[in-house]
């Protein structure tokens, strides 16, 4: 009996280190019938001194200069959602010294929920506008 509750707790701690997802940041930001600007999004992640180097159609390169770190990344436009990718991670002050990978992806992650609060954000004012009744749309 002591063995059966043993591998019972084993197994229910491995699916907890399971759930935690290396890459959360790369899932889609889904977009589409909310937002009308989508370079209003991007500009936003300046609030958390992410700095928007370059811009082309659809493509946005996205750098963060922090405690040390040179982060590059690149944010996807695929018409109905956003993609924040990885580019590069590297400290600025220790060539010698690793990238801290868990400081990198709550950075990136952060990114990803200012993104989706904005998101969030403009279909909250949508919805309130499409539901006020005629008389108040002046």
């Not at 043993?6 to 937002?35: D, M, R, T």
């Not at 989508?38 to 493509?59: A, C, D, F, H, P």
């Not at 590069?88 to 990198?104: F, G, N, P, Q, Y």
């Amino acid at each position: 009996m002591a063995r059966f509750i043993f591998i019972f707790f084993l197994s229910a701690y491995s699916l907890q280190v399971f759930a935690y997802e290396q890459n959360a940041y790369a899932k889609p930001i889904q977009y589409a019938g909310f937002v009308d600007d989508v370079s209003s999004l991007v500009t936003r992640v300046t609030k958390n001194g992410w700095q928007i180097s370059e811009q082309k159609s659809g493509l946005y390169s996205v750098t963060l200069n922090y405690k040390g770190y040179a982060i590059n990344t690149a944010i996807t436009d695929a018409g109905s959602s956003l993609t924040i990718q990885l580019i590069s991670a590297d400290r600025l002050d220790c060539k010698k010294c690793t990238v801290d990978d868990e400081k990198v992806q709550g950075w990136l992650l952060r990114m990803r929920k200012l993104i989706a609060r904005e998101v969030t954000e403009q279909a909250r004012d949508a919805a309130r506008e499409a539901l006020k009744p005629a008389s108040d749309q002046t």
